[in-house]
Nanobody, 125 residues
Framework: QLQLVESGGGLVQPGGSLRLSCAAS????????IGWFRQAPGKEREGVSCISSSGGVTNYAETVKGRFTISRDNARNTVYLQMFVLEPEDTAVYYC??????????????????WGQGTLVTVSS
């Protein structure tokens, strides 16, 4: 299975910004739709945003719409999640993964189990 590596997390104050990166070291991302997911303490993992293989189709959870932007640079084999106006409720470990559907919300296949270590985003003053 395609295994991805997330980076870019950190501690940021409310209202701040971060850019997360999702890269694959041994495989190309170029033919895969990719999604960002997050898991907050004590909560289930949820879909945040996803992007088609060409970058032409994107989708966002309502909670991040207008604040987060997903993009990809296939030449760099990387997918990004630019996060603006961060809120304490955005605190979570963020993961990326290949998705099989972008609508109505990003979803991995039922057999996908190659989650990476994720990158921790903490929004706190």
């Amino acid at each position: 299975q395609l295994q991805l590596v997330e980076s870019g997390g950190g501690l940021v104050q409310p209202g701040g910004s971060l850019r997360l990166s999702c890269a694959a070291s041994r495989f190309t991302l170029n033919y895969s739709a990719i999604g960002w997911f997050r898991q907050a303490p004590g909560k289930e993992r949820e879909g945040v945003s996803c992007i088609s293989s060409s970058g032409g189709v994107t989708n966002y959870a309502e909670t991040v719409k207008g604040r987060f932007t997903i993009s990809r640079d296939n030449a760099r084999n990387t997918v990004y999640l630019q996060m603006f106006v961060l809120e304490p409720e955005d605190t979570a470990v963020y993961y990326c993964a290949p998705v099989i559907t972008l609508q109505p919300m990003c979803a991995t296949s039922n057999t996908f189990n190659a989650w990476g270590q994720g990158t921790l985003v903490t929004v706190s003053s």
